[in-house]
């Protein structure tokens, strides 16, 4: 918070002495603490999440809060161990407006996450100290599985000894190769 910002609540916060407003004997008053610290803004407020968030392949999971002004904020995806999953923003500059941002369900290496419990962390920053706020967020992976496979292999006539043929899976799913001729 700004000083004027500091003063201003202080001085909605305080209990009128003497007589009333401003006078010479109390000033202001006395500040009532917790009065001025229910008049205190939260540095995050809520942060906005699905409750479930149903993946297809095709929708995004939508997020959003407000921070207060002049602090970096990032938002990172953690999984039930705590690990990050995803960062989706990283050290943007706030200037106290709304941050809305969404998540298409895939973790760093672009692969879709599992489904599970999964905590949605806001961070801000204002080079001296950080402040932290977290929810969290059921993810249901209703994707259909796939395999990707970069590059055209092909062997002919025989082949001898060992053949590899290098694949990634969108998801952890069970693998059944076959290998025919023509």
């Known amino acids: 918070l700004s000083a004027g910002q500091v003063e201003t609540i202080l001085k909605k916060s305080t209990v009128d002495l003497g007589s009333r407003g401003w006078d010479e004997d109390y000033g202001y008053g006395r500040i009532d603490a917790y009065k001025a610290l229910s008049n205190t803004p939260a ?42 999953v995803r960062k989706i923003l990283s050290n943007k500059t706030s200037t106290g407006a709304k941050f809305s941002t969404t998540w298409d369900g895939k973790s760093t290496s672009k692969k879709f996450v599992s489904t599970g419990s999964y905590k949605v962390e806001v961070k801000i920053s204002n080079g001296s100290d950080s402040y932290y706020k977290s929810t969290m967020m059921k993810v249901v992976n209703h994707t259909k599985p796939a395999i990707l496979v970069s590059g055209t292999y092909s062997y002919s006539p025989n082949v001898s000894g060992k053949v590899t043929i290098p694949y990634e899976l969108t998801q952890k799913v069970k693998v059944s190769a076959i290998v025919t001729d023509k």
């Open 43 to 84: 540095p995050i407020s809520t942060i906005t999440v699905p409750k479930t968030y149903t993946m297809t392949g095709k929708n995004k999971a939508a997020f959003s809060f407000k921070t207060t002004s002049k602090t970096k904020v990032s938002l990172s995806i953690k999984d039930a161990h705590g690990k990050t």
